[in-house]
Every structure is written in structure tokens, then in C-alpha cells.
């Protein structure tokens, strides 16, 4: 996953390049195989800021391969991209690849919802996550980082909604707003988000994008709010 709020617009094609990258290379779960297309060849999309719309493009193909993403031009000031390993190949498609978008709110999620979500969502044929994100909008009345952990809280610790999730790492876009969500039950070399800020611009990424020593390794329930250069954090406290 990759994510940044800049405070200028700025080309993509960098961070599109990155989503490649990830495709081909990036991080596995120890045990897990490596598929035809790549590490992560189960589909990518893209959302970013255009004016007041946030425009998306998703495909079912591996981003290293796949010519739509070559496609992709833009300069925008807000961007999330994401890569999928599907835990069920059966359900690669454009329509099952990140980020989802519910009524203003658009969303990208690393792990896997169980309980009545994750139920939820066999049920209807759709990812977990889109339940999740259904679930997230409704009860996410101030949409403040504040508002945020507190929403974020009331659905993690209900066993009975997310079952023994492996990770809810999460990208989340609304208005203005950028946030990214680092949360671990598992295999916490593998679920990782690091950050890097600089004047006019903060970057999150499941690896980091380059050499650069300013990358940081956001803490295992800690909520970040990107802004241009100078991003705010919180802990959440969440039962195992």
C-alpha cells in the first residue's frame, strides 16, 4: 500500500512505479507462495484528488504487467495505491481489488476481517473489506482523527464483528483528510506501514519507497493523520 498528501500536485507516476515494484517483490508472509505475476499479482488500484472528485482505476492483473496501469496519468495532491495477494484466488477481479469507496469515504486494507463481517461478506459475495468500510462510514460520525480512533476502537475490540482478524492495516481518505492505520494480530513482519515527511509532503508505504534514512515504522495500533509535511499520531489501545 502507498499513500501521500502533498500540499502542491504532484506526478503519480513515481508511486505508480513503486505499486510495480510491490507487485513483483514485495514482502510475503512466511509460508505464503509466490503466484504467476508476482508476489502480490492479485489485481491494484488507484485513487486520487481531482478538483472535488476522487477518481479510481482498478484492474484484476498484476500491476507489473498490466498496460491500464502505464494508462494512469495524474497530478494530485492526495493518492492511495494498493497490490493484492487474494487469500482466495477465486475471487481476483477488478471489482475485489482495493481501494472501495462508500458514500465519501475511500479506503485500502491489508488483512483479513472474520466474525460478522467476514461473514457478511461470503454471504454477499464481496471483499470483507467493503463490509468493513460500510460499517466504518456509518458509525464514523466526526471526521476528525479523534473521531476516527474512537470508531476505530468501537469495531476492533468486537470480537463478534471482526473475529479473530489478522490485520486491519488501513489507508482512508475523506475530504481533505488522509489517514493510515497500522494493527497487527500476526505476522507483523509482514503488515507493516512506514512514514516519511518532509516540507509539503507525507508518504506511507508497506516498505519504504527508497534509501532514504527518514522512514519510520508507525507503531502497531498507531493512527496517523498526513498532512503536508507534518503529520499528527495517536495510539490505540486495543485488546489482543
Known sequence: MIAFASNEPRDVAPYLASLARFCASGNLVAGWER?????????????WRAGDEIRMVKSGNPAVSDPLLSDVHALTDRFIGHVRYASNPETV?????????????????NGTFYGKIGAEGDAR????????????????????????????????????LVGEYSAANLLIATGDALFAFRRFRRNGEYYTLYMKSMEGLAVVASEPLDADPGWRLLADGELAELSQGAPRSVPLTLSI
Open 35 to 47: 503466484r504467476p505475476g508476482g508476489n502480490h499479482p492479485n489485481g491494484w488500484g488507484v485513487a
Open 93 to 109: 477481479c477488478a471489482a475485489n481489488s482495493h481501494p472501495f469507496q462508500a458514500l465519501g469515504v475511500t479506503l485500502a486494507h
Open 125 to 160: 459475495k464481496v471483499s470483507d473489506t467493503v463490509v468493513f468500510l460500510e460499517l466504518l462510514e456509518d458509525r464514523w460520525v466526526e471526521r476528525t482523527l479523534a473521531g476516527l480512533s474512537e470508531t476505530l476502537r468501537g469495531i476492533l475490540t468486537d470480537r463478534e
